[in-house]
């Protein structure tokens, strides 16, 4: 555990991030613990660099004292060959989205993403199960960092069925080949965009895990006619928390599960990781709806 009198110096590497919700997370969290805990965004795009920066901003990190940092799109896949170690998971995922800079001069990486979307089900979702047969056949788009995590979960959750969409066919291919290996009981394929049309009346869920959505990649990840109430569906984005999907299919009368689930799950284990502190689960998701609040109230 963390001493009372530690400081912490964490930063969150990726594009168009400036917004993001988890600084103001960790912080408040972090001073219901007593610890003087600083989190700074270095967002990609408003610095004009792109995921070949990388290695030289965990360099630069080192030398000025960080401890660690989240790693988001587009770099939680490239981040790996930069890391001495990863966890168990993050290997299996081939994607790491939380980085511990150690004492001893190694990087360590983890994967919160994969949890923090089990745990956003749990919370949001609760009665999607594999025994309640809703979790068979799920179709996912987008098979990048995310999607690596939310397909894991889903795998180990009980889908039966998956479904990866993504327009990087042969990148589909190779994650849905990784995943056969480490679920040989279920059945993962990937398929194109143009097969969602005909693969969704069978399906029981839909997982966006693409950045189409976000407040930078605005839009919808699929035809929104296709989606019907018979599905849940599910959306890794939390900014803006009602992505087009998630509008459309809580119209349609869909179960729906919004990013900010899965954004609170990860913060509450990466912030875990992070200072070996036990963070209030109930009290982060409390803080989390009232920054969406005063930003949609600030947004009129």
């Not at 917004?19 to 990609?44: N, Q, V």
Request: charged share 15%.
């Amino acid at each position: 555990m963390s001493l009372k009198h530690e400081s912490f110096l964490v930063g969150l590497i990726g594009e168009g991030i400036t917004a993001s919700l988890t600084p103001p997370m960790h912080e408040k969290e972090a001073t219901h613990h007593g610890l003087r805990y600083l989190y700074r965004p270095i967002d990609l795009t408003a610095l004009e660099l792109d995921a070949a920066s990388l290695p030289a901003l965990l360099d630069s990190a080192e030398l000025l004292g960080f401890n660690a940092f989240n790693i988001t799109h587009p770099c939680k896949q490239t981040v790996m060959e930069h890391l001495d170690k990863v966890s168990p998971e993050a290997a299996a995922l081939g994607a790491v989205n939380s980085v511990v800079l150690r004492e001893d001069g190694t990087r360590f990486g983890d994967n919160t993403d994969y949890s923090g979307f089990l745990t956003g089900m749990a919370w949001g979702l609760p009665h999607i199960t594999a025994n309640s047969g809703r979790l068979d056949t799920v179709i996912q788009l987008g098979t990048g960092g995310a999607g690596s995590a939310t397909a894991y979960a889903l795998l180990k959750a009980g889908t039966r069925v998956l479904h990866l969409v993504d327009p990087d066919v042969h990148r589909a291919r190779d994650k849905a080949a990784d995943l056969q290996a480490l679920f040989p009981n279920a059945f993962v394929q990937a398929a194109g965009v143009m097969d969602v049309a005909g693969l969704l009346p069978q399906a029981t869920g839909l997982v966006n895990a693409s950045p189409v959505g976000m407040h930078i990649h605005p839009g919808a990840p699929l035809d929104l006619s296709l989606v019907h109430a018979g599905l849940w569906v599910a959306d890794v984005i939390y900014l803006p928390q009602e992505t087009p999907l998630i509008a459309h299919a809580r119209k349609v009368g869909c179960d729906v599960l919004p990013g900010g689930y899965m954004a609170v799950g990860q913060a509450v284990d990466a912030l875990r990781l992070f200072a070996g502190i036990e963070p209030d689960a109930a009290r982060m998701r409390a803080h989390f709806e009232s920054l969406i609040a005063n930003r949609d109230k600030t947004a009129l």
